[in-house]
């Protein structure tokens, strides 16, 4: 897979961050987030792919119990 920056925030985009994905033994690009002392609630992300800079084009939510 190509690199990638994770853009995500806690707040709906209140205040978002970027992480760049980091490539494991098997060339799988991932990126971690730690959820540990998270308040419940929920995460939204995107994509922004390093090839040509291209954004996913559409948001992903994930809940945080």
Do not use: C, K
């Not at 939204?44 to 948001?59: A, K, M, N, P």
Request: charged share 25%; glycine share 10%.
């Amino acid at each position: 897979e190509d690199p990638f920056r994770l853009h995500w925030s806690r707040e709906g985009w209140t205040s978002p961050q970027d992480f760049d994905s980091r490539t494991n033994l098997l060339g799988v690009h991932y990126v971690d987030l730690e959820t540990a002392g998270m308040t419940p609630g929920g995460i939204v992300f995107t994509f922004v792919w390093d090839s040509g800079r291209r954004w996913e084009g559409r948001d992903f939510h994930v809940a945080v119990v």
